[in-house]
């Protein structure tokens, strides 16, 4: 079974970066289609970013040129560089996994815990 677990979250201000990084254990990771939603209070859970076994990407229109997706098979780990963050990136960030492409839909079996994201004017 596969466990995700995300990490790389907490305060910085407006114009700031984060990277957040996911560590992925057990077989076959590399297999596997991942993404990074995120969610906001009080608001829906939204894809962000997601990537497949080859590395083709996609990135959620409103955050191209800020966030970027990307990962290191060797270490098992998805990462998320934010910049240029705003406040209304505030939100728990998450990774998920799945054995199919689910792009930017939910629908992703396999879920982290989630990391905190918050971000100050």
């Known amino acids: 079974q596969v466990q995700l677990v995300e990490s790389g979250g907490g305060s910085v201000q407006a114009g700031g970066s984060l990277r957040l990084s996911c560590a992925a254990s057990?077989?076959?990771?590399?297999?596997?289609?991942m993404a990074w939603f995120r969610q906001a209070t009080g608001k829906e859970r939204e894809g962000v970013a997601h990537i497949d076994s080859g590395g083709r990407q996609g990135v959620a229109d409103s955050l191209k040129g800020r966030f970027t997706i990307s990962k290191d098979n060797a270490k098992n780990t998805l990462y998320l560089q934010m910049n240029r963050l705003k406040p209304e990136d505030t939100g728990v960030y998450y990774c998920?996994?799945?054995?199919?492409?689910?792009?930017?839909?939910?629908?992703?079996?396999?879920w982290g815990q989630g990391t905190q994201v918050t971000v100050s004017s």
């Open positions: 057990g077989p076959p990771w590399r297999t596997y289609y």
């Open positions: 998920a996994a799945d054995w199919v492409a689910r792009g930017l839909s939910d629908e992703y079996n396999l």
